[in-house]
């Protein structure tokens, strides 16, 4: 707990470690992850593609289709009426 509140003492030290954060998971996996958030929550392909700023909504498929597969997977096994 000590370690906890002693990364948090001085004013820069919560950006620092932020920072080290995103180095060590990397950028395009915090991306992929909030593209996967978004389509989790429902939101339009559409506007997905353009939040990451992809040409067209056909690259956002092609690269987040195993999401959409999952979600719909998922959907299907909602309704189950066991």
């Known amino acids: 707990m000590a370690k906890t509140l002693d990364m948090f003492t ?8 932020i920072r080290r ?5 990397g950028v ?10 978004l389509f989790e929550k ?13 040409s067209s909504t ?4 092609r690269i987040y289709v195993h999401v959409i597969d999952s979600l719909k997977e998922s ?3 909602g309704l189950d009426l066991d």
């Open 10 to 17: 001085r004013s820069d030290q919560p950006l620092n470690w």
């Open 21 to 25: 954060r995103i180095r060590r998971v």
């Open 28 to 37: 395009h996996a915090l991306r992929h992850t909030y593209a996967t958030r």
């Open 42 to 54: 429902g939101v339009d392909i559409k506007i997905i593609s353009e939040l990451l700023g992809h």
């Open 58 to 61: 056909e690259i956002t498929y």
């Open 75 to 77: 959907a299907v096994e």
